[in-house]
């Protein structure tokens, strides 16, 4: 199964645990395919040193390293989208649509509206899980 991950569903695997987390474990286990584009990478980048700063004790950069060596990257130039409430959401759609995935998992609420755009679903990290997953 190919998933595109949010940046807030990456980070708060990373720094908080819960469900965000068991995703990123079921990524590490092969069980999900994540797919990305360099746009989504380097938010990944930009929020995840910006939390670092705060919380020390975590280093992102071995789990940026994974992601850039072991997710499946796609090219979306050819690919734009204008329907998001917030534009920076419409590349999480164009990775979708690029990838032919079917599925983008988020917790942001202005992402969370789009489900059902192009077929593409929009789930929360549990509803994912609980769906999906068991």
Request: proline letters at 3%.
């Amino acid at each position: 199964m190919k998933i595109v991950l949010d940046t807030n569903v990456f980070i708060s695997g990373i720094f908080f645990g819960g469900h965000p987390s068991q995703i990123l474990k079921f990524w590490k286990e092969s069980r999900i395919k994540i797919i990305l584009t360099e746009s989504i990478l380097e938010k990944y980048k930009r929020v995840g040193r910006e939390l670092s700063a705060k919380y020390s004790s975590i280093n992102i950069e071995p789990i940026i390293e994974l992601f850039t060596i072991y997710a499946k990257f796609v090219e979306t130039k050819d690919i734009s989208v204008n329907a998001c409430e917030d534009p920076d959401d419409n590349k999480f759609i164009e990775c979708a649509i690029a990838s032919h995935s079917k599925l983008i998992v988020s917790g942001d609420k202005h992402l969370l509206k789009m489900s059902g755009y192009k077929n593409i679903e929009v789930l929360k990290p549990r509803d994912f899980i609980d769906n999906l997953l068991k």
